[in-house]
């Protein structure tokens, strides 16, 4: 009901809207006009496009031929308006249309317009609306990685291994458009380092391996990629020679990453066991990153291992002042008989 009361409210302005713009058209300029046909067209289309009952070939007719109107209207006072044309191709995709409608350069443009919708909403934690538009992007080309990469992303995010391994593989197969197929490898590595159950870290080394060659040193992705292979390194294999050597490589092309720094010492400190110079850095790095918990959590483990309890006790419970609710400092402190 109160759906139905804002489709009258909606259907109300746009009629006196468009009132206003019969009468006005011949007396205000026309490059203002065309504006305000392309604005009323635009939130007609965004209308369509997030009703919770939006498919393909939604049944929301009206408004899909007013929205056809208005960007008409635009384009019978520019023709060359591109945001007209592309208004117009996007109210005929959702007709499902789009095959007929729009050139391949179109096609890409109204595909790129849905990934970065998308990718606003993953950045805006609406991981259900994000799917939508990655799904609609899929409908309008299956061959291309990005949107298949998206939809792996949403997946691994939500914790479902088995959908995101299908996502990735999907988008392994297809047509890379801004997504590199290292990037998608560093991905599902991720998924087998992390989410499935139970873990599978020769699998994500293997996919670390074969993802890191192929990125270019350019890529912000490299350090990253880098970054999960020496964490699977240090904590599953036990390995501190490999986990320096690409910590140091990630701190090569990221000098300011703070946790790469941290945990470079921890890795130094296995491999030489020398408490005192670890102690020392890590005194240092918590100096020149005093906003970071991962430092805490070493120094305080290496109070642990050199059989300072006490110390460790004291650090943990001053972290939590500072990181209030910080569940891994709760449990180092339970751990050690003290929360």
Known sequence: MHS????????????????????????????????????????????????????????????????????????NL????QLGKKGINLSLFAQGKANLSTTETEKKEIYDLFI?????????????????????????????????????????????????????HTALKGNGHRISSSQILCSMGWVYHWLTE???????????????????????????????RAELHLWRFNNAIDAAFDYALVLSIQ???????????WAEYKMDNDHIKAELQLEKAKTNFP???LVY?????LYVLTNRTEDAIVLYQDALISFP???????ALKTLGSY
């Open 297 to 301: 959590l070493r120094l305080g483990r």
């Open 198 to 228: 139970p873990k599978q870290p020769e699998k994500a080394l293997l996919l670390y391996n074969k993802a890191i060659p192929q990125t270019d040193i350019t890529d912000p992705q490299l350090a990253e990629c880098l970054y999960r």
């Open 78 to 81: 520019n023709p060359q308006s």
């Open 255 to 265: 000098p300011d990453n703070a946790d790469a720094h941290i945990n470079l010492i």
């Open 116 to 168: 970065l919708r998308g990718y606003q909403e993953i950045s805006n934690t609406d991981f259900e609306e994000a799917t939508n538009w990655f799904e609609l992007a899929t409908a309008i080309d299956q061959e291309t990685s990005d949107a298949w990469f998206y939809l792996g992303t949403v997946s691994t995010i939500q914790g479902n291994d088995e959908k995101a391994l299908q996502r990735f």
């Open 291 to 293: 906003n970071n918990p």
């Open 4 to 75: 139905n009361r804002q489709y009258v409210r909606f259907s109300i302005l746009l009629s006196l809207l468009l009132l206003f713009l019969v009468f006005a058209v011949r007396r205000l300029d026309k490059s203002l006009v065309e504006k305000v046909f392309l604005n009323s067209g635009y939130v007609t289309l965004n209308h369509i496009y997030q009703s919770p009952t939006f498919d393909l070939h939604s049944k929301n007719f009206s408004r899909i031929r007013l929205s056809n109107f208005l960007f008409t209207q635009a384009l």
């Open 325 to 331: 609710n910080n569940a891994q400092f709760i449990n």
